[in-house]
């Protein structure tokens, strides 16, 4: 059966709900329904074997009223131009919501970067900024790592932008590595603004940390470093998977060992790793596991309409952007069943990339417990302003964090008037 899921019709619908419930009339916030910008790139790249391939890609500015577009760049091969829309509007929202000075924007290739060489992805990743270069920069749109993408690539974009300008610009993107003005701390921060999110949603129901239990989709930079974190604040990892499936140990895994296990060597799989006691289930059976929190930290539209009746988690936790579709929503509501937004769980990265590229404008560098402090504040006080307007409004978390991206973007755009 074809994938009729959009994302972008998610975005178009939450935007609508939020405008109405603030009483906006169309004519003030229709802007945020269209991207400010798209732009479709093909490149060429000469492969080990000699042959030439094509590679297509995107650059998708949704939003620039608040500040540069701020996103990361996607190495998948489900890369779609819809994705990447819904994606950079995300972005905007997720900005508005940690209330950081910047817009919404998202890239993509299409591409499977385990099937790349390093020196074909190199290729690859410098010709798609020579492509978007028209588009990007410190004070236009500044790239960042997402599904497919690291620190390496993020060094190799800032390298091709600095090449092109004929000096570096260390600002260009964020995410880089630390000796090439990356900030201390950017690699775990948004699993680190995740489990901030897990310890508020918890307190706020007045749970011992101690006694959740806690399945993770998706170990990768936002779930692997999740796993970690919670698992240091004592809760119960009982479940983790990846692309090849997952692993469960009702009693709890030995996180630890599995990270270091995959840190060994990035072509590791969970399907291959073995430990006393542990079943290898599917990443399906992971989503329908009963536990305390579910935390989605893959791709989107993983909880849907065919599933979300058979959630038996308590809570969910958004660590991927778009895990959740809309109708899912309405199911896990009416089941109550409590969901923190993507766009509030997982900022924790666009707020220190955010930091990472003030300090490489000022040309200065913060501590990582300073980096991990100020991180803490933006996203305690975007959780509790989120909790806070829900209640008011008798609304889901997501409504509420739309409630607050909508109003801010749109005051913005109606305070700057039209050009
Ligand atoms: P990643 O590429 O590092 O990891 C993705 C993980 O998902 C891997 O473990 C992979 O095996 C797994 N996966 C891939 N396809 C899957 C499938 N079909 N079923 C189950 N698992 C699958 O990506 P990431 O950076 O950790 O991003 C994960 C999610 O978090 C994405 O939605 C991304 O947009 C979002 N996000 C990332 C960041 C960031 O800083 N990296 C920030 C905010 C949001």
């Not at 998610?10 to 003030?28: C, F, I, Q, R, T």
């Not at 900024?129 to 990007?136: H, N, V, Y």
């Not at 929190?293 to 809570?315: G, M, S, T, W």
């Not at 504040?377 to 607050?404: C, P, Q």
Request: glycine letters at 10%.
């Amino acid at each position: 059966m074809p994938n009729l899921y959009n994302p972008y019709d998610n975005v178009l619908k939450v935007v609508d709900h939020a405008a109405s419930l603030l009483g906006y009339p169309e004519k003030d916030y229709a802007f945020l329904k269209y991207p400010e910008r798209e732009l479709k790139v093909s490149m060429p790249v000469v492969m080990d074997d000699g042959s030439i391939r094509i590679f297509e890609g995107f650059r998708i500015q949704h939003s620039t009223v608040r500040g540069p577009a701020k996103g990361g760049v996607r190495f998948h091969p489900g890369v779609n131009h819809d994705e990447v829309k819904a994606l950079a509007a995300w972005m905007t929202f997720k900005c508005a919501v940690v209330n950081i000075p910047y817009g919404g924007g998202k890239g993509g290739i299409i591409c499977d970067p385990n099937e790349l060489s390093e020196r074909e992805k190199h290729s690859l990743t410098s010709k798609y900024i020579a492509q978007i270069a028209p588009l990007i920069g410190p004070e236009q749109d500044v790239p960042a790592p997402d599904v497919g993408t690291n620190a390496r690539v993020m060094a190799w974009m800032m390298d091709a932008y600095s090449m092109l300008k004929g000096h570096s610009v260390l600002s260009c993107v964020t995410g880089k590595p630390i000796g090439l003005g990356g900030i201390l701390g950017r690699s775990e921060a948004t699993g680190r603004g995740v489990m901030f999110t897990v310890n508020n949603l918890l307190a706020k129901q007045g749970l011992d940390r101690t006694q959740a239990s806690v399945a993770i989709q998706g170990m990768g930079n936002v779930g692997s470093v999740t796993a970690k974190l919670v698992h240091e604040e004592g809760m119960c990892v009982v479940a983790v998977s990846d692309v090849s499936g997952g692993i469960y140990d009702p009693a709890g895994l030995d996180i630890p060992a599995i990270l270091a296990y995959l840190r060994e060597n990035p072509k590791n799989l969970l399907k291959d790793f073995t430990a006393p006691n542990i079943q290898h289930i599917s990443n399906a059976e992971l989503l329908e596991l009963d536990v305390t929190v579910l935390i989605p930290a893959a791709l989107e539209n993983q909880i849907n309409a065919d599933n979300a009746a058979r959630i038996r988690a308590k809570y969910i936790v958004e660590a991927a952007n778009g895990p959740t579709t809309l109708e899912a929503d309405d199911i896990l509501h009416e089941r109550g069943i409590m969901l923190v937004p993507d766009i509030l769980a997982n900022a924790g990265g666009v707020v220190v990339s955010y930091f990472e590229w003030v300090q490489n404008i000022q040309e200065l560098c913060w501590t990582e417990e300073r980096v991990n402090g100020e991180l803490k504040t933006i996203m305690d006080t975007a959780f509790e302003a989120v909790w806070s307007i829900a209640h008011e409004k008798n609304t889901t978390l997501r409504t509420g964090a739309y409630l607050i991206a909508v109003k801010r973007v749109t005051e913005a755009k109606l305070g700057r008037g039209i050009f």
